[in-house]
């Protein structure tokens, strides 16, 4: 770890009071029996050989914002073989107004019943769902399963486009919840067969609010992003972006109440068809997110593994630089095995532009020298079987 003194200098002239870990802990956290590690506010490079570590190290961070974290593995699957005491992570962070202690960890009560739940703690005190992370702290990340994003189907996208509004709308999660929810009750219905028009009316009369509300967070976190990547530099690609779906599409030029109504109707004009095909044909599950590469007016999907890698790398950069600017914090970025897939060029530039954001980023990758543009500016360390050395 570089001298504690230049940590600092480093922090205070980049960084100021930006979102920074100070410690995390881990307790039988997938190959990890017991860890603590203290660290700065500069970036941090963890290197090691495939299977030390590594990633199960940014994977417990990721687990500070709502949901299954960057894997989005099982609740189960983060339990270390040797034991069976439950996981936890607990982590310390900087923030504008002080520290913050979060911990979370798998219910230890979940194995009576057979299912999986995650418990939160903020400064010792239990949260009343995970969703209020949101409210706390701002990440992103970029890990090789991304890779192929942009080429994948609608659902790998739409799924992404929500955790980019998660960090600017917090209650977006629960309305996603809410409509999932009453769309899977709908089908139950009408599988059932025992068509109950008044519950069937009502439910779809919840789909169509939600959905309206998820469109207009969707629509609104769009436009707020190609604000971000106009300011970007030249060195990635820059992206056209859309967000397609029905209420979306509908929302471009009418009100919401209207596109709640024409909602309403299409799910009602639906349902023989739905419960033959066992699925809803329209709603706000169906969007996408449309990506194209500016320059080459070509889309994402028929673009190179290169260039979609890079495409993915200049919207993650403009998502850092949107929350930063937006929410008035620099936020944590998670970036998994990245350095191995850029050339020297834009591994530096890529190096360059998140320390001139501010934001302490934590990088995974097997070979040290892939870092030696960063090291002067970071803190290293290698990671062997679950322990840093």
Not at 35 to 47: E, K, M, W
Not at 292 to 315: W, Y
Request: with cysteine.
């Amino acid at each position: 770890m570089p001298e504690a003194s230049a940590v600092r200098s480093f922090q205070d002239s980049v960084l100021g009071e930006s979102l920074s870990i100070s410690q995390i802990t881990l307790a039988h956290f997938r190959n990890y029996d017991a860890l603590r590690l203290q660290v700065g506010g500069a970036p941090v490079v963890l290197t090691g050989t495939n299977g030390s570590g590594k990633t199960n190290l940014v994977e417990a961070i990721s687990l500070l914002v709502p949901g299954r974290g960057l894997r989005r593995s099982a609740l189960s699957d983060l339990q270390n073989r040797t034991t069976t005491e439950p996981w936890a992570v607990a982590i310390e962070l900087r923030t504008e107004v002080g520290a913050l202690r979060i911990g979370t960890g798998r219910d230890p009560a979940a194995e009576e019943t057979e299912s999986e739940r995650r418990l939160v703690h903020i400064d010792g005190k239990p949260a009343r769902s995970q969703n209020i992370l949101a409210e706390h702290i701002a990440m992103a990340w970029i890990t090789p399963d991304m890779d192929r994003l942009l080429a994948e189907g609608a659902s790998t996208r739409r799924k992404f486009l929500d955790r980019l509004v998660y960090s600017f709308d917090p209650a977006h999660g629960g309305r996603v919840q809410r409509y999932e929810k009453a769309m899977r009750e709908r089908l139950r219905l009408l599988r059932e067969g025992g068509i109950d028009s008044v519950w069937l009316s009502a439910l779809e009369n919840e789909m169509a609010q939600t959905a309206v509300a998820i469109a207009a967070a969707r629509r609104h976190m769009i436009e707020r992003l190609r604000s971000a990547i106009a300011e970007g530099g030249d060195v990635f690609p820059r992206a056209e972006i859309e967000v397609r779906g029905a209420a979306e599409d509908m929302l471009k030029d009418k009100p919401a109440l209207l596109v709640e109504d024409a909602l309403r109707e299409a799910f009602a004009r639906c349902r023989s068809s739905d419960a033959a095909h066992g699925t809803c044909a329209t709603g706000a599950h169906r969007s996408d997110l449309r990506v194209v590469h500016r320059a080459k007016n070509c889309p994402a999907d028929l673009c190179s593994t290169g260039e979609q890698k890079s495409l993915l790398i200049a919207l993650m950069l403009a998502y850092v630089r949107l929350l930063t600017e937006q929410r008035r914090v620099t936020p944590l970025f998670l970036l998994d095995d990245i350095a191995a897939h850029l050339d020297d060029f834009r591994r530096a530039s890529l190096f360059d532009e998140i320390r001139a954001l501010g934001a302490q980023a934590w990088f995974t990758g097997t070979d040290r020298e892939s870092f030696a543009h960063l090291a002067p500016h970071a803190q290293m360390f290698q990671v062997e079987n679950g322990a840093i050395v």
